[in-house]
């Protein structure tokens, strides 16, 4: 197991998981329109959710799209 | 100017809306925020006419439900994400980029705010941070004072459109400084959009009669207490300010002026 930073919570997730892995571990759909994510500070591709791997310590943030607007 | 003078054509309240290489039938752009339902929210944008809607991103919630996603979508909207929440370049920059991955978009509403009483954009942050989403190819629409230094800097860099607002976001406080939007939209060639400040659909009538080519608004609709009724109001002012402004108003007098001929008035004493 390595131990990330998934949306501001440290969580264990197994070594050479992906960056999809992460986000389906909050329950997000990463495939969904509106979803997005980003590992270090750095916008990960949809093409690359499924191939992009974790490493220890990695600072990964899922978002969606939420109400918003003046 | 509105496209519509700058083209020569007859302008009327049908007139497309040319913004970001596009035409659109709406001049009225809605934020999707602080509606009390998703009913609500889906009322209020039928009722709008609106064509395009705002959207935030922010960390996944496990315990949401409801998608905002699912209702513009069932509707047929452009999705316009914004950066609100963004304090720096840097993270405006950022979420952008999220944006254009989670929507396949590269329009975005850009805020860069300065502090949180009053949700004034940081200037200089703003500036810096336009330049480099139109380096990266997006359409970029910012969210302004009305400085009209500041909107042409905006436009210098390549924005798509400036927006500027009428007063702080969710004051209700309407447009406080109509001249600066005056000069904002006589130096603009690009779109004027008046963002934010609007209360009443009297301040949506007068921002369109100032010259903007459209309005966008949230919480006048959003949290009125009747949200469709309140964005029909919007729409219909909109259209009537639009077609005010092109209608070639009075000049305004001190004194009055007859509209009835004075010549043979009868000698009746």
């Not at chain 1, 131990?3 to 495939?31: F, K, M, T």
């Not at chain 2, 980029?97 to 989670?102: G, H, I, K, S």
């Amino acid at each position: 197991m390595i131990s990330i930073v998934l949306n501001g919570e440290r969580r264990e997730i197994a070594e050479g998981a992906s960056v999809r892995d992460a986000a389906l571990l909050l329950g997000a759909e990463p495939d969904a329109r509106g979803v997005a994510v980003a590992v270090d500070g750095e916008v990960v591709p949809r093409s690359e959710l499924e191939t992009r791997t974790l490493s220890d310590g990695a600072r990964v943030e899922v978002v969606v799209a939420i109400q918003g607007g003046s | 100017m509105s496209g519509a003078e700058g083209n020569g054509a007859a302008p009327g309240a049908g007139d497309a809306f040319e913004l970001g290489g596009r035409s659109w039938g709406s001049r009225l752009i809605v934020g999707t925020g602080g509606f009390r339902s998703m009913e609500d929210l889906e009322q209020a944008l039928v009722a709008s006419g609106t064509e395009i809607v705002t959207v935030a991103l922010r960390r996944v919630d496990p315990l949401a439900s409801d998608s905002v996603i699912d209702v513009i979508d069932r509707l047929g909207l452009f999705v316009l994400p914004n950066t609100a929440g963004c304090y720096t370049a840097r993270d405006a920059i950022r979420t952008a980029e999220l944006a254009r991955e989670a929507f396949e978009t590269d329009w975005i509403k850009l805020e860069v705010i300065g502090d949180d009483r009053t949700l004034l954009p940081d200037a200089v942050e703003l500036v810096a941070a336009a330049e480099r989403l139109v380096a990266d190819g997006f359409t970029v629409l910012p969210y302004t004072t009305d400085d009209p230094v500041l909107a042409r800097r905006l436009e210098e860099v390549g924005c798509a459109a400036v927006m500027p607002l009428g007063s702080p976001i969710g004051s209700g406080a309407g447009i406080r400084n109509p001249y600066n939007l005056r000069i904002i939209v006589e130096q603009a060639q690009v779109p004027v959009i008046c963002d934010a400040g609007i209360g009443t659909a009297s301040d949506a009538a007068l921002a369109m009669e100032l010259g903007c080519s459209g309005v966008l608004l949230a919480s006048a609709v959003s949290r009125a207490e009747e949200p469709e009724l309140m964005a029909r109001a919007m729409r219909a002012a909109v259209e009537a300010g639009y077609a005010a402004r092109h209608a070639g108003r009075i000049p305004q007098r001190l004194h009055a002026q007859a509209s009835t001929p004075e010549h043979g008035v009868p000698e009746l004493g």
